[in-house]
Nanobody
Framework: QVQLVESGGGLVQPGGSLRLSCAASGSFFSFYVMGWYRQAPGKQRELVAAITSGLNTNYADSVKGRFTISRDNAKRTVYLQMNSLKPEDTAVYYC????????WGQGTQVTVSS
């Protein structure tokens, strides 16, 4: 069983930055494929970014060049640095782990508004 706890969401003005963190449990964190998803009201959950154990990354087209996913295996934590935020980035952001099964965090709200 893998437990995921997100933090770092909040309210930010357009053009601002936020960094999300996701702390994971388990001794095999370095093997997990970690990802960030988001779900806006009335929309389906979508992949934002993912990072493999080999540090390969994948981004949604809408966030390329603005968001950066990274991981610290010693801290069992994955991060999502979000820059140049736009109102359309407003959503609940979920941390995801792929390790023999799918695991989800509880979500953290990100609101981009002036």
């Amino acid at each position: 069983q893998v437990q995921l706890v997100e933090s770092g969401g909040g309210l930010v003005q357009p053009g601002g930055s936020l960094r999300l963190s996701c702390a994971a449990s388990g001794s095999f964190f370095s093997f997990y494929v970690m990802g960030w998803y988001r779900q806006a009201p009335g929309k389906q959950r979508e992949l934002v970014a993912a990072i493999t154990s080999g540090l390969n990354t994948n981004y949604a087209d809408s966030v390329k060049g603005r968001f950066t996913i990274s991981r610290d295996n010693a801290k069992r934590t994955v991060y999502l640095q979000m820059n140049s935020l736009k109102p359309e980035d407003t959503a609940v952001y979920y941390c995801h782990a792929d390790w023999r099964s799918d695991y989800w965090g509880q979500g953290t709200q990100v609101t981009v508004s002036s």
